[in-house]
């Protein structure tokens, strides 16, 4: 009985080791998520909340994290053919909050996207840009040593510089002046861990 108990403490913390570096996350990962994009206020007339997705690729030293990709959701106008699709970058850094599991992090995190707007379906085009200034945080879980499921949403502040409409058919343009609103955005994705 006195081997076997050094022995059990031995092979106990043998398999603790592994499984905390099993769940241990890679310096570098590719993520890929579907983007939900509520808008608010009068950016546009009658337009709807908005589906897409986005890419992103995140660097990990430690619980700081930062992350860069590429996001796009397209959205109706309410009775209306055209529909507005924003498109562009965004960074994202990010602070994981340690709560004691291996398998589930809480994290806070702040995000800007700098937008373009198009219009498309219709006789309607824009130039102006867009941006997104977003704060918020969400829940990763690890799914597999490499695979992290992320649960995230966000809330803050829209701005729409100034542009002008056109119309393909008869030319005619109209100037539209700069506006700003609030945004809610709420993301499903998948992180895969690359690299050591």
Do not use: C, W
């Not at 081997?3 to 080791?17: D, E, K, S």
């Not at 310096?27 to 608010?40: C, D, E, I, M, T």
């Not at 340690?98 to 219009?119: D, E, F, M, T």
Request: hydrophobic content about 45%; overall charge positive; proline content about 4%.
């Amino acid at each position: 009985m006195r081997v076997v108990r050094p022995l059990l403490v031995v092979a106990l913390a043998g398999m603790l080791a592994r499984d905390a570096d099993a769940q241990s996350a890679q310096p570098v990962s590719l993520q890929a998520s579907a983007l939900f994009n509520g808008v608010f206020g009068n950016l546009f007339e009658h337009l709807q909340n908005g589906f897409g997705g986005e890419a992103q690729i995140r660097y990990t030293p430690g619980a700081l994290s930062f992350g860069a990709g590429f996001q796009y959701t397209s959205h109706a106008f309410e009775g209306r053919t055209e529909r507005a699709n924003l498109y562009g970058v965004f960074v994202e850094p990010r602070y994981r909050i340690h709560a004691g599991s291996n398998v589930a992090a809480p994290y806070v995190s702040v995000r800007l996207s700098l937008l373009k707007v198009g219009i498309t379906g219709g006789d309607l085009s824009l130039t102006s840009s867009f941006i997104q200034l977003n704060g918020g945080g969400g829940l990763l879980v690890r799914l597999s040593p490499r695979i992290n499921l992320d649960l995230g949403a966000t809330f803050g502040y829209d701005r729409l510089s100034a542009g002008e409409f056109r119309s393909a058919s008869s030319g005619a343009s109209l100037p539209v002046g700069s506006s700003s609103g609030a945004n809610a955005m709420a993301r499903l994705g998948l992180a895969v861990g690359i690299g050591g």
